[in-house]
T-cell receptor, first 113, second 115 residues
Framework: DAGVTQSPTHLIKTRGQHVTLRCSPI?????VSWYQQVLGQGPQFIFQ???????GRGNFPDRFSARQFPNYSSELNVNALLLGDSALYLC????????????FGEGSRLTVL | AQTVTQSQPEMSVQEAETVTLSCTYD???????LFWYKQPPSRQMILVIR??????QNATENRFSVNFQKAAKSFSLKISDSQLGDTAMYFC????????????FGTGTSLTVIP
């Protein structure tokens, strides 16, 4: 079975631009979460979606948004990019909204210049 | 709010030896889960072991075991018979049973296994 897949794996943007990151969950996983991992830090929670509804939001500005599609895949959008948005963005999925461990993708490495 | 603290940024161990990684957490909740995740240089986070707070027995998974001290809010990971493939970042994580919608991670410990 395929694991959690994320795209793109690497991307470079300039300040002020917009970025869209994509995630496909493991088959049968209906919950998708997004985490930001800045170099040298642990992952920080951004969003959780379950059955296309937002179930949780971390302490991130409104420039960050996400959505989940009927096939349970998800997109993370970041507008008006800042240098501080440079990070590894991790998608994590699981079967339900609040049980079980998270299964992670390899991440999307975003560099903002 | 929950916080997770890993006070050892870097550690090293000789191959075949035993190493213990430390983790403490702060919460006012009584029901929760604790996890150790491994992030090899290839970046994908992999679950190593999990512990339910209501279970007094420490979790074990082959060479990996935990020492869970609920009163002290401590959750250390012991790796026995260390192997080169154990070289990675290790993250301790907390999840509330009440909300469960987010994990709180520590800052990680970089473990190097020396041949």
């Amino acid at each position: 079975d395929a694991g959690v897949t994320q795209s793109p794996t690497h991307l470079i943007k300039t300040r002020g631009q917009h970025v869209t990151l994509r995630c496909s969950p493991i088959s049968g996983h209906k919950s998708v979460s997004w985490y930001q991992q800045v170099l040298g830090q642990g992952p920080q929670f951004i969003f959780q979606y379950y059955e296309k509804e937002e179930r949780g939001r971390g302490n991130f500005p409104d420039r960050f948004s996400a959505r989940q599609f009927p096939n349970y895949s998800s997109e993370l959008n970041v507008n008006a990019l800042l240098l501080g948005d440079s990070a590894l963005y991790l998608c994590a999925t699981r079967t339900g909204p609040n049980t079980g461990e998270l299964f992670f993708g390899e991440g999307s490495r975003l560099t903002v210049l | 709010a929950q916080t997770v603290t890993q006070s050892q940024p870097e550690m090293s161990v000789q191959e075949a030896e035993t190493v213990t990684l430390s983790c403490t957490y702060d919460t006012s909740e009584n029901n929760y889960y604790l996890f150790w995740y491994k992030q090899p240089p290839s970046r994908q986070m992999i679950l190593v072991i999990r512990q339910e707070a209501y279970k007094q027995q420490n979790a074990t998974e082959n060479r990996f075991s935990v020492n869970f001290q609920k009163a002290a809010k401590s959750f250390s990971l012991k790796i026995s018979d260390s192997q080169l493939g154990d070289t990675a970042m290790y993250f301790c994580a907390f999840m509330s049973s009440n909300t469960g919608n987010q994990f709180y991670f520590g800052t990680g410990t970089s473990l190097t296994v020396i041949p």
